[in-house]
């Protein structure tokens, strides 16, 4: 061979590592691998490709190229393009967020929504400066918030008719994820229960709970749960929304921790009863902790899926986010913009659903230790 | 620590009380202490405090009903409804009863959540496929669709749909310019409109022949499932059964003289009359319900598919398999099992998804007996009856079909 002298000045086996082949590593080969790998493949590539042209040039000129950011009105809107209207959403954006609430005493809203973040920073994430002193403030939050809302004790007190847009949908999803997780793994334990009236009882309620829509339920809690009460008492509907939207995220909470508790093999439970502690504390200390870590996704998805229910309160005429939005839809001036108007919304929940689901892959990972079940 | 030889003192003590005195509290403390007794006795107490809540809150309704002078019946049912519904499945009109009316948002709950789950299903199935294709463009832009639609509420989506259809389609009379298939079905904002297929004399054969042909099938899927296990020769079921059950009905279609007129829709005023319309509410509801859940269950079907071990794959062609019948007798059924209980709660949540439709204005069950009805009536409780055990209803036969299925195709295990 010709360049044979060439290689021959490494000494044996210390030749350095030769580039792989064009054709096996970089660009090209991405492209061949992944989209061209056989003509079904060009067939997707190429169908793909002919979806995305005919999505996503309309769709940057309908939402950039010619939208109009500042106008006054509908008509002026169209005069100045063809696109979409987002001068609308500027005008209405403060009342999708505060809905009603008194202009003077917005201030409050946003320091409970700064504080939620201090409250809950020490629950989601280890490193947490002063962790251990900042959990005390992340149980005081709920009555602090309370407070801050409602107002009273020195603040003017605005009623829960007045809350609406976003803060409304915020209320309703933590609240309701505050308490549904407790009263869901209750119900699971309930289910798993060798007592068959407490396992009765628990399985009725958690069959009828996700047997119904939580429409039905709402509307239960705004027509008839008035019935129920002492002649002469009723409380208030925000009240009476929270306790059904808990009661149903519970309900579907409990089936998963079920799945989770089953998942675990009996020798865990076995082995606690050996060691000799009582039913709680083996819950507690052996049962729980595995459980609840296999079932975290389940949760987190119950969660999300309670967060997006939230919309559902505009049924029975409280005005969250979505049902200022579709109220303000009705103005004369800027009729027909539905489409800007839900597409900002939607892209709101999906930011905030969005991060719950990619926090549940992080505290999977977290907690993942290596011996699956 | 106590070292293991120590002998603990034992759990459940035998022996007499020291103090006679106290003899009554340590029988108690016995009992408590005694895992038997204090199930029963825990179980004694949640009974009775359940009872007494129940007890509690039916006098408050009794008390609340006689002070507002309202009785408990069911009579409204046979009382006129006096209100119009814009999409009925059977006969009705607004001096219908209010029990008819019922009946119309039941039977209009049904159709819409058995449309949405066969194309969610199609949609679902079509989309998890895609989304482990290996095809990375492809597998992407189904990431984004699946994880846009799985983060925003279903309602949102309802609503964005329906304004879509009433916003971009075009009105009736500027269908016939554009928006229409080769003129004879018209997209508009007024619903889709359609020929309407009229069956005349001798449609009954054509009827008659495609039963023949579904019977015949089972019997000769079942012969040759028969023939297969004593000789081993397999017959192409599938193609076989598809030829007869398209081809018998087409033959006698033929035979009787193609007994079939067509209802055109035609523009009257501002808006078609007759043929077939699909309203634009019920056409929102559906593909918003269907987009929305196919989502989910594009997932599903993913997680089913990868949890079926690559080595069933390889095993499966390396006896001789094609990879059809790989996939047909090795890989489905095995993914069944793990996509079919998820896909069940999927079902059971569109249907139960449906009741948004009083959000634009379907007229579901929710919507008549729960909306309209209500407020006419002023009867809350027997209407939030009708509903909630209709719901119940649907969603336990739902669960109960899908166990008995999924039971079905369990892993019989040695």
């Keep these: 061979m010709s360049d044979a002298s060439t290689t021959r000045k490494y000494p044996p086996g210390t030749h350095p590592d030769m580039p792989p082949p064009l054709l096996e590593s970089g660009a090209i080969y991405w492209v061949r691998k992944n989209l061209l790998s056989s003509w079904t493949n060009v067939g997707l590539t190429l169908a793909g490709l002919w979806a995305l042209w005919l999505i996503i040039p309309p769709f940057y000129e309908w939402a950039y190229a010619d939208a109009v950011f500042n106008a006054a009105d509908r008509s002026e809107c169209q005069s100045l393009g063809d696109g979409a209207c987002w001068a609308f959403i500027q005008e209405r954006f403060k009342i999708f967020i505060f809905g009603f609430y008194p202009e003077a005493e917005r201030w409050r809203t946003i320091l409970t929504f700064a504080l939620l973040f201090v409250a809950i920073g020490p629950l989601l994430f280890d490193n947490f400066p002063y962790r251990g002193k900042a959990m005390l403030f992340s149980l005081a939050y709920p009555f602090v918030a309370a407070w801050l809302l409602l107002g009273g004790f020195g603040l003017t007190p605005v009623g829960t008719d007045e809350f609406g847009g976003m803060l409304l949908n915020l209320i309703v999803g933590i609240t309701g994820i505050t308490f549904s997780l407790p009263i869901g793994i209750v119900l699971a334990l309930g289910r798993a229960s060798n007592l068959p009236a407490v396992r009765i009882i628990c399985v009725t309620f958690i069959e009828f709970i996700r047997g119904v829509p939580l429409i039905t339920l709402l509307f239960l809690a705004s027509t008839m749960l008035s019935y129920f009460l002492p002649p002469g008492t009723s409380f208030d509907l925000l009240m009476r929304v929270l306790i059904m939207v808990t009661l149903f995220a519970s309900g579907y909470l409990a089936e998963v921790v079920r799945g989770g508790l089953q998942a675990i093999p009996r020798g865990q439970y076995e082995a606690a009863d050996s060691m000799g502690l009582k039913y709680w504390q083996s819950m507690r200390l052996i049962v729980l902790p595995q459980a609840l870590k296999i079932s975290i996704p389940g949760i987190v998805n119950t969660f999300i899926g309670l967060f997006k229910d939230t919309t559902l309160v505009i049924i029975i005429g409280l005005f969250d986010m979505l049902g200022m939005g579709r109220s303000s839809l009705a103005d004369a001036k800027w009729a027909g913009l539905s489409s800007e108007v839900y597409i900002s919304i939607a892209l709101f929940f999906f930011l905030f659903c969005f991060a719950m689901s990619r926090y549940s892959l992080y505290l999977e990972s977290k907690l993942e230790t290596g011996h699956r079940i | ?414």
């Excluded at chain 2, 108690?28 to 009974?47: E, F, H, N, P, S």
């Excluded at chain 2, 004879?184 to 022949?209: C, E, H, K, Y």
């Excluded at chain 2, 918003?288 to 079907?301: G, K, R, W």
């Design chain 2, 1 to 414: 620590m106590a070292s293991i030889d120590t002998p603990a003192p034992p759990a459940h003590s035998n022996r007499p009380p020291a103090h006679s005195g106290s003899g009554e509290r340590n029988l108690l403390a016995r009992l408590w202490y005694d895992k038997k007794t204090r199930g029963v006795l825990l179980q004694i107490l949640t009974v009775a405090l359940l009872f007494a809540f129940l007890a509690y809150i039916t006098s408050n309704a009794i008390a609340n009903l006689e002070l507002l002078g309202k009785t408990f019946s069911f009579d409204f049912l046979n009382e006129p409804a006096h209100y119009d519904i814009n999409q009925t499945l059977i006969e009705y009109s607004s001096k219908s009863t209010h029990f008819r009316a019922g009946l119309v948002g039941m039977l209009n709950t049904l159709v819409v959540a058995v449309c949405g789950i066969i194309l969610a299903t199609f949609l679902g199935f079509l989309l998890g496929v895609l989304r482990l294709s290996p095809n990375w463009l492809v597998s992407n832009m189904v990431y984004c669709y699946v994880e846009f639609v799985r983060n925003t509420p279903v309602l949102l989506q309802i609503l964005l749909v329906h304004g879509l259809v009433v916003h971009a389609l075009p009105k009736p009379r500027e269908a016939q310019e554009w928006g229409n298939i080769a003129d004879t079905i018209f997209f508009t904002n007024r619903g889709v409109f359609s020929p309407m297929p009229l069956p005349q004399d001798g449609f009954n054969w054509v009827i008659a022949a495609f039963v023949i042909a579904i019977v015949g099938s089972i019997v000769f899927a079942r012969w040759a499932k028969k023939r297969q296990d004593a000789t081993g020769q397999h017959l192409p079921v599938f193609f076989i059964s598809l030829a007869a059950i398209i081809g018998l009905p087409l033959i006698a279609f033929l035979l009787a003289g193609s007994p079939l007129g067509w209802d055109f829709p035609a523009l009257k005023g501002f808006n078609f009359r007759g043929g077939f319309v699909i309203r634009p509410e019920f056409l929102a509801l559906w593909l918003a319900l269907s987009l929305y859940t196919a989502a989910f269950i594009a997932e599903i079907v993913r997680a089913g598919i990868l949890a079926i071990d690559k080595g069933q794959w390889e095993a499966s062609l390396a006896v001789g398999m094609s990879r059809g019948r790989t996939l047909n007798l090795v890989i489905i059924p095995q993914a069944m099992r793990v996509i079919v209980p998820p896909l069940t709660s999927q079902y059971l949540n569109l249907t139960k998804n449906s009741s948004l439709a009083i959000a634009i204005g379907y007229m579901d069950i929710v919507a008549t007996v729960g909306g309209i009805t209500l407020m006419q009536t002023g009867k809350e409780m027997e209407t939030m009856i009708i509903v909630i055990g209709f719901y119940l209803t649907v969603s336990l036969s739902i669960s109960a079909v899908m166990n008995w299925y999924n039971k079905r195709i369990k892993l019989v295990e040695r």
